[in-house]
């Protein structure tokens, strides 16, 4: 049993770089599709598909994105920031910032699923679930 299976999704992101692997699927969940979007927007994964015939949970497939001359990979930095133990939740006034403005910060606000930049500009905050660059 996974007791956070959102660290779990960032790891297995974090271990397919660090091995150069192209595709990797993980379980799926809401959160979980939320978060691959928005990493799919922003340019950090080639491509994803969610499968929801596979099994009773469902499987998000995803593409990863490499350079294709240096081959280094899109994704630098995966940090998890909120945990089941230690919530970190912020104000629409201390949004975080990525290397200053280079990386995103994913947050889950009442809106769903979004970034620091679209929370700043709804003006709302929320629950910081991960920093991306």
């Known amino acids: 049993m ?10 297995r992101i974090r271990n397919s770089v660090a091995a150069n692997h192209r595709m990797l699927e993980v379980p799926s969940s809401n959160l979980k599709k939320g978060i691959t979007k928005i990493l799919f927007e922003k340019g950090y994964i080639l491509n994803y ?21 240096t081959k280094t990979a899109a994704i630098t930095k995966l940090e998890r920031v909120s945990t089941p133990g230690l919530r970190k939740y912020v104000n629409a006034n201390e949004l975080p910032r990525v290397l200053n403005g280079l990386g995103i910060a994913i947050l889950s606000t009442s809106r769903g699923v979004i970034t620091d ?3 700043r500009s709804l003006n709302i905050g929320g629950e910081v679930i991960c920093y991306v660059s």
Do not use: M, N, S
């Not at 996974?2 to 790891?11: K, R, S, V």
């Not at 009773?56 to 497939?61: D, M």
């Open 49 to 69: 598909k969610f499968d929801d015939e596979a099994a009773v949970q469902g499987k998000i497939k995803i593409a990863l994105k490499y350079h294709p001359v």
């Open 2 to 11: 996974i007791t956070d299976p959102i660290a779990d999704f960032l790891t």
């Open 117 to 119: 930049k679209e929370a």
